[in-house]
């Protein structure tokens, strides 16, 4: 029986039901799962959308993730290929009743990675855009019921509209920078004394450059912090001012430099108290190095000894 087209009010449910298949995807891809995104229209509060739940996946490697495909078959998922678009992994469940979809792409595919996230950021922030889309869904559904051809062909052109607008005004860097980091965060012995890459650090310097760095852990005091080792390869590369920095915690969440790691950054330059440091990824929410380093003891005058 063809696929049912049935559009429906916005449910606070979804972004729960993501957060349940997420643990699930992440469990069976581990170490492979960079990042792991809601995206599509059940992921944009107060618009209405099929009741299907999109979920992006950037892995290290698609081979892996193609290894895997059994492991997703038992939670229920086809997995389909690229499925019209190359370098995509597509899954779905529920059959021609799907409840939920998987579209995985190699963490460097920022291409099709971005454009996703562009979509979806713009309809959050946009309401008059948001309820056009909504409208155009319910009558399309009303004239396609059960033709998934003619509902998808009847809203690509607003799609695409609204993908190019999304696209223009895109920053996407504080997600380049995520992205970043996480490709380089993974835990390995280096010796019976040290171990290294449980949290990870990329920053964005001012020349626009990207650069990453993991922890270093060692027996003694010797070990260097993720934004130091950042900060280290950023210098070696003949740079020395950060426009933006994020450190990566063992769970995923950005957190915030130690003391040693603000006092560095401070250190850097005159300019440095406005670096921006990403405090929560989800949120985008962000403070400035001089907000963390309030009444710093340099003052900038040369001292001479008396």
């Not at 409208?135 to 033709?147: E, H, S, T, V």
């Not at 449980?198 to 070990?223: F, K």
């Amino acid at each position: 029986m063809p696929q049912h087209i049935t559009v429906v009010e916005y449910d606070p449910e979804w972004p729960l039901k993501y957060a349940q298949e997420r643990d699930r995807i992440t469990e069976i891809l581990k170490g492979n799962c960079i990042a792991i995104y809601h995206i599509g229209s059940t992921s944009v509060p107060g618009l209405p959308a099929k009741p299907i739940i999109d979920i992006m996946v950037a892995v290290r490697s698609l081979a892996q993730a193609d290894a895997a495909a059994e492991q997703f078959s038992g939670l229920g998922y086809e997995y389909l290929g690229e499925f019209g678009i190359a370098g995509r992994r597509y899954l779905r469940k529920g059959g021609d009743e799907r409840t939920h979809q998987i579209h995985m792409f190699q963490a460097d595919d920022w291409e099709n990675i971005g454009r996703h996230l562009a979509f979806r950021d713009y309809m959050r922030s946009r309401e008059k855009e948001r309820n056009e889309y909504a409208n155009l869904k319910k009558d399309l559904a009303q004239r396609f019921p059960y033709d998934i051809d003619g509902y998808c062909d009847g809203k690509e052109d607003f799609v695409r509209e609204m993908e190019k607008r999304a696209l223009a005004q895109y920053d996407g860097t504080w997600d380049r920078l995520y992205i970043a980091a996480r490709k380089v965060q993974y835990e390995r012995k280096i010796s019976p004394l040290i171990e290294a890459g449980a949290v990870a650090a990329a920053l964005l310097s001012a020349n626009g450059t990207i650069y990453s760095g993991v922890c270093i852990d060692t027996a003694c005091s010797l070990g260097m912090c993720a934004e130091r080792n950042a900060i280290a390869n950023m210098i070696t590369n003949g740079e020395t001012q950060i426009k933006k920095i994020v450190a990566v915690m063992p769970d995923g969440k950005a957190g915030m430099p130690c003391g040693a790691c603000r006092e560095f950054m401070m250190q850097l330059s005159q300019s440095a108290g406005e670096t921006e440091i990403l405090c929560d990824y989800e949120t985008k929410t962000v403070t400035r190095l001089e907000s963390l380093t309030p009444e710093w003891w340099y003052t900038g005058q040369s001292e001479t000894n008396g």
